[in-house]
């Protein structure tokens, strides 16, 4: 039986989980990608609270003109933002089973210049 992409991503997924995991000191960057939006949030999974998230479809990233990539770039500077306020600089990036490639790639670079150390 042949899998699906989602299949795929999923057991990609699934095997990056087993060695990335968040603490409240170093939280882990979860990243989602749909079709359309790209969302990020800060996980501490010790004890499973979101510390911060930041998406495509906040007003002042939404209010904002440029193609998926660049968009992407602002959603990883918003997040790196919001960290630095929560007392975050180092987190371990989860890229959700997606490839390192493209507006994952893009955001991750985003959440660099914002001050975020992986």
């Known amino acids: ?10 057991r990609i997924k699934n095997r990056i989980r087993k060695v990335v995991s968040g ?4 939280p882990r960057l ?11 949030q800060l996980v501490d999974d010790i ?3 979101t510390i911060s998230s930041a ?9 904002s003109k ?4 660049e968009i992407a770039t602002l959603v990883g ?5 919001k ?4 007392g975050v600089e180092t987190i371990s990036f989860d890229r959700g089973g997606y490839l390192y490639h493209g507006r994952v790639k893009s955001l991750a670079e985003g959440a660099r210049e914002g001050g975020l150390k992986f």
Not at 1 to 9: E, I, S
Not at 30 to 40: L, P
Not at 55 to 63: C, P, T, W
Not at 83 to 86: C, D, G, H, R, T
């Open 1 to 10: 039986m042949a899998l699906t992409k989602n299949d795929r991503r999923l």
């Open 23 to 26: 603490t409240e000191a170093r």
């Open 30 to 40: 979860a990243v989602y990608r749909s079709n359309k939006e790209i969302y990020a």
């Open 47 to 49: 004890n499973g609270k």
């Open 55 to 63: 998406s495509s479809r906040d007003k002042d990233i939404a209010a």
């Open 66 to 69: 440029g193609n998926k990539i």
């Open 77 to 81: 500077k918003a997040i790196a933002e």
């Open 83 to 86: 960290a630095l306020k929560a």
